[in-house]
């Protein structure tokens, strides 16, 4: 990441509290960012936050150094907070008789006091949880924490004295982190768990999976794929729930509001092709047929540092080529779905998809194809694509005390990027970081890229 400037031309809006006093200001802004346009995006974000109305644009955003702002103390001072925290604002603003302001202008952030309360109420209702199975009714009244990454199978093989390190969920630590994803030790009695089972259909339907080491048969590459689907829709509709509430705080002319409604709305969207994979799924494990189920598991018998589970719609390739647009919603996405799995000697990576969804995922595998034939190791691919599209994961303390303190915020800043609503999406974000972190060497591949006839 590096650190950009940039200035605005802006001026409040009625909302404002200084108003009546104030004119107009330059808005200069540090962001510590990836990119320019990301840059302006989330300076541009952070000042209507407050009630200024932007202009125009006087700077384009510009990388620059500490040594910039060697001769300026309020640019050194705003360089250092931005590279703490993120982001730093300073105004220059006129009064509207033509003086400078009376005083220094102080902002608030309106709306947010209660924020704690509500995220309070969204935990306690989504404890409750629901049965997710297709067959689910009056009998399913156990609901249970189901692991959508196994605590045997998984999380105990990198655990140590029963805790790893894991993305928190505690808004404390959010808030703390400025914002972003934090990692925190936690006992794997918590790790991963989603309420969207009962006890009964939980111990049935993943039986095949939960009982021994992958083989692996189609079922199984199923099963782990379905259980990724149910635990990823159990989170979006309780997220999409949880921004309403969130922006019911805030004035409806306010930025939040208006980020929070956009954010709402994309969850139901992306909340709606999920719906569309599960009901294929329940199809498939209700009438068992497994046979249109495709998958490609790496293999190693290296000591796990990481485990994993998601899915994720395939937008980009290895290569920087765009699968499938995110912004067309007049048809479900192409979905894969990722697993830690454990074999009978190591673990395995497996990516698994069914067939309808092939349009998006095999090109994305032949991808990968491509990168291994050129770099020669899928490890680094692999392990980016695991950081970069999951946030249901889990790491070896150890391990990740082991890493240096710019290996531990790149993994972190990378965790985070898919999360960030105020980043631009970039097409190359698998291609390249996270060199030389994990090590994973895959010795064997078995693919079944098509389905049985």
């Not at 409040?12 to 107009?24: A, F, L, R």
């Not at 209507?48 to 510009?62: A, G, N, S, T």
């Not at 009695?189 to 992958?214: L, M």
């Amino acid at each position: 990441m590096q650190m950009y400037c940039l200035t605005l031309r802006v001026e409040p809006t009625p909302c404002n509290p200084h108003n009546s006093e104030v004119e107009g200001a330059l808005a200069t802004c540090w962001v510590l960012e990836d990119d320019p346009q990301s840059a302006y995006a989330k300076a541009a974000f952070n000042i209507r936050k407050y009630y200024w109305k932007i202009l125009k644009v006087e700077h384009e955003p510009r990388v620059v150094t500490l040594a910039d702002f060697a001769d300026r103390d309020i640019g050194t001072e705003h360089f250092l907070i931005a590279q703490k925290h993120g982001i730093s604002t300073a105004f220059a603003a006129w009064s509207r008789d033509g003086g400078k302001p009376s005083g220094p202008i102080q902002h608030s952030y309106p709306g947010l006091n209660d924020l704690e309360e509500h995220l309070s109420k969204i935990r306690k209702s989504k404890r409750k949880g629901r049965c997710l199975h297709f067959d689910a009714g009056s009998r399913c009244t156990h609901i249970v924490d189901a692991h959508s990454i196994q605590k045997n199978g998984a999380l105990s093989l990198i655990a140590e004295n029963g805790k790893v390190i894991a993305p928190s969920r505690n808004y404390t630590d959010f808030r703390q982190n400025q914002g972003t994803i934090a990692l925190s030790l936690q006992g794997i009695g918590k790790v991963s768990t989603f309420r969207g089972f009962c006890a009964a259909h939980d111990n049935d339907v993943f039986a095949p999976i939960d009982k021994g080491p992958v083989v692996p048969t189609r079922e199984q590459v199923l099963l782990y794929a379905y259980r990724s689907i149910c635990r990823e829709l159990f989170i979006k509709e309780y997220s999409a729930v949880l921004y309403a509430e969130q922006a019911k705080q805030l004035p409806p002319d306010s930025v939040v509001h208006e980020l929070l409604d956009g954010m709402r709305m994309g969850t139901e969207i992306g909340l709606k092709s999920l719906q569309y994979h599960k009901q294929v799924f329940d199809e498939c494990i209700n009438e068992r047929l497994f046979s249109k189920m495709c998958y490609v598991l790496f293999c190693t018998g290296q000591k796990p540092n990481v485990v994993f589970s998601g899915v994720i719609y395939p937008d980009f390739d290895f290569l920087g080529r765009q699968l499938q647009n995110l912004a067309d919603y007049t048809k479900p996405w192409g979905l894969l779905a990722f697993s830690f799995v454990p074999l009978e000697e190591g673990w395995g990576l497996l990516l698994s998809w069914h067939s309808t969804s092939s349009g998006a995922c095999i090109p994305f595998m032949q991808s990968l194809a491509t990168r291994i034939h050129e770099k020669g190791d899928g490890g680094e691919f692999l392990f980016r694509f695991v950081i970069a599209g999951c946030e249901n994961m889990a790491v070896n303390p150890t391990w990740w005390s082991s890493l240096s303190d710019d290996q531990r915020t790149a993994i972190e800043h990378t965790v985070f990027h898919g999360a960030d609503v105020l980043k631009m999406p970039r097409a190359d974000y698998l291609a390249a970081g996270l060199e030389n972190v994990a090590a994973w060497n895959f010795e064997k591949v078995i693919s079944q890229m098509e389905p049985e006839t």
